[in-house]
């Protein structure tokens, strides 16, 4: 078995055993595979061993992958999702490629993503990515700007609005971690009741899966975890 499967086997195994710890259903947290900077044979190996979903933070290594297992390996029928910053000059070609975006956090983004959706394609599956913890350095929009945008997105035939996503604050114990995705929680409970079809919150990476999936997250994030330490080298 290549490190990739046994790294895919321990972290299942780690999100099922956090759900059965906090009584969540099995196969309420998905796993989403961050393969950004990785090649695409990387991806090829964790497809072999049943990952589906993948997340991609740059746009162009993001679409050149999207079109390499479109056109090469159609058979796997992999779910693209994007989870960088994204710049209004790009949104077409995510708008093209991806089936999820996690990191709305302006109307003008939305609004170009669903005039950019292509018609042959579903709606684009998206999230709004929220900033609780108020630091500046972080992108991602405060709970009082999230229902306006919420409201836009909703009258957007290109989008279809899902949920919320985070990138809380980073810190290591526990309670801390757990406050803050309860706080995330709460406002995708809010924003439940007034939207309809809101089920998902992206939210837990490697240092906080476990508390992110006792507060409620649908969708945790794990790249280093899976694919080993990134090579920043030929990024600009
Ligand atoms: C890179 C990234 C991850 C995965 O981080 P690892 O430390 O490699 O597990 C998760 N979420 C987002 C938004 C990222 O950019």
Request: net charge negative.
């Amino acid at each position: 078995m290549s490190s990739i499967q046994q790294n895919l086997e321990l972290i299942t195994a780690q999100i099922a055993s956090a759900q059965q710890k906090c009584g969540r259903a099995p196969g309420s947290v998905q796993l989403l595979a961050v393969s950004k900077t990785k090649p695409v044979e990387a991806i090829l190996e964790a497809a072999a061993a049943g990952q589906r979903s993948f997340g991609e933070n740059y746009v162009q290594e993001g679409c050149d992958k999207v079109q390499f297992f479109a056109t090469q390996h159609p058979e796997l029928d992999l779910e693209w999702h994007f989870i960088g910053p994204l710049q209004s000059n790009k949104t077409r070609l995510i708008a093209e490629h991806f089936d999820w975006m996690h990191t709305i956090d302006r109307a003008k983004i939305a609004q170009r993503l669903s005039e950019q959706r292509p018609a042959h394609l579903p709606p684009l599956q998206v999230l709004i990515q929220v900033n609780t913890s108020g630091e500046t350095s972080k992108s991602g929009i405060s709970a009082q700007q999230l229902f306006p945008l919420a409201e836009l997105i909703s009258t957007l035939p290109g989008l279809t609005l899902r949920g919320l996503m985070s990138i809380p604050e980073n810190v290591t114990d526990y309670q801390s971690q757990l406050a803050a995705f309860q706080q995330l929680a709460a406002l995708k409970q809010q924003l439940a009741d007034k939207f309809d079809g809101i089920d998902t919150l992206s939210m837990g990476m490697s240092g906080d899966m476990d508390a992110a999936i006792e507060a409620g997250s649908t969708i945790v994030r794990i790249g280093t975890a899976i694919f080993g330490q990134r090579d920043y080298s030929q990024k600009g």
